[in-house]
């Protein structure tokens, strides 16, 4: 008889989790690259004027962001504002539960709730040179006057098109790639982070 098979979930970047552990920078220089991987992500489409986006807010904990480079949260969730009637719901809790909660409070409303947890990856970049980094191939203006914890936009680092969010003022920043480009990405940010390693050059 065969032996009973267990699926083991393996994550995007699990091949690289010793050479981003080996690529952290300490010091007043530092810079530090970890992978989240398989947290829960929901796409909503909804219109923002409607009574389904102030009940899927009340689902929430909070009103869906309204404009670019907005973001709202409580307790388990953070939602990031994608467009004028498209959010994504970053979680904690499982993904059918979030799903069902978000369709119960869509209703009968024109829009869609969809799980898309698989589509992405997580990568945290966090330190004193997280930003420097970045910058290095992020055509946004990441300088706190432009952008502070708390906000989200679309962009690209390097090639790679992401979702950035800016977490907190260490600052640590958490990019959300395409699976199949966060390879590239990851390699990326690697190299991008190797100079650091050095003392800084006057």
């Known amino acids: 008889m065969a032996e009973p098979t267990t699926d083991v979930r393996v994550s995007p970047l699990a091949h690289l989790e010793e050479r981003m552990r080996a690529a952290a920078v300490t010091g ?14 929901v796409n909503l489409r909804v219109d923002s004027a409607s009574e389904a986006a102030d009940r899927i807010g009340k689902t ?3 009103p869906l962001p309204n404009r670019c480079g907005e973001t709202t949260g409580s307790g388990p969730h953070t939602v990031f ?17 979030v799903t069902a909660e978000l369709s119960e409070a869509l209703g009968a409303a024109p829009g869609s709730v969809v799980d898309v947890s698989a589509n992405r990856t997580t990568l945290e970049l966090s330190g004193p040179a997280a ?10 203006d990441l300088h706190p006057r432009a952008f502070a914890p708390g906000r989200a936009v679309s962009t690209t680092v390097g090639p790679v098109a992401v979702l950035l969010w ?4 260490t600052p640590t920043y958490r990019l959300f790639p395409r699976s199949s480009f966060a390879d590239y990405l990851a390699r990326w940010l690697i190299d991008a982070m190797s100079e650091y390693h050095g003392p800084e050059v006057p």
């Open 28 to 41: 007043d220089r530092g810079a530090a690259l970890t992978e989240r991987p398989f947290l829960t992500m």
């Open 166 to 169: 800016q977490v907190d003022d």
């Open 60 to 62: 929430l904990g909070a």
């Open 81 to 97: 504002w994608l467009g004028p009637d498209e959010w994504l719901v970053l979680s904690r809790a499982e993904p059918s539960a």
């Open 131 to 140: 930003r420097q980094v970045l910058e290095k191939g992020c055509p946004m």
